[in-house]
């Protein structure tokens, strides 16, 4: 079990480090460090920017994205997620992307907490919404995007997740949070 937060420190040390890839939605770093038991390392680090993923309640149903990713080589169920721009909050980020990718815009949010995706390797956390009160209107896509909009009843999203049938890891640890949050999982 890790630590509380109070007490996490870090443990790593870092010599030196140089960037050795860059576009503008990520970068990659190799940071020599020391590790916490004094030894000599390289570390790999993803640099991203801040990003939000939603949760979208729409009267008992969910809103997921369906679109291809290249490292899983398929199409991936998940929620709505990306980075933000320079200065763009996350509650702000969080909206821009539901309109763009799903064509949605809600009248009422609500914040999730935090979630790591790979912590090891990737520099931030992804802040996660639950919006509610759903309207549809135009969605704007980036161009190389192909996001197809996919509803599924809460109760079978969080069995599907459960099941391995939704994999994507932030997805997987939002829709806990939501069932435990809206008393589906009975934990409330």
Known sequence: MSRPPEDR?????????REIYRNP?????????????????????????????VVVDDGGDLLFARQPRFGADTDVLE???????????ALDCAKRELREELGV?????EPMGMLMEIPSIVSQSVNVFLARGIEHVL?????????????????????AAAAGKID???TVAALL??????GILGLK
Not at 34 to 46: M, Q, R, Y
Not at 79 to 89: I, M, R
Not at 147 to 159: D, S, T
């Open 9 to 17: 420190a870090m443990a790593y040390r870092r010599i030196a480090s």
């Open 25 to 53: 939605w990520i970068g990659v770093q190799v940071h020599q460090i020391e590790h916490p038991d004094g030894a000599s390392g390289e570390h790999l680090l993803v640099v991203t920017p801040a990003a939000s993923a």
């Open 79 to 89: 929620l709505v997620k990306g980075g933000a721009a320079p200065d763009e909050s």
């Open 105 to 109: 815009v809600a009248t009422q949010w």
């Open 139 to 159: 969605d704007e896509p980036e161009d190389v995007e192909r996001i197809e909009l996919v509803r599924v009843p809460a109760r079978e999203a969080i069995g």
């Open 168 to 170: 994507d890891a932030v």
């Open 177 to 182: 949070r939501y069932g435990i949050a809206t």
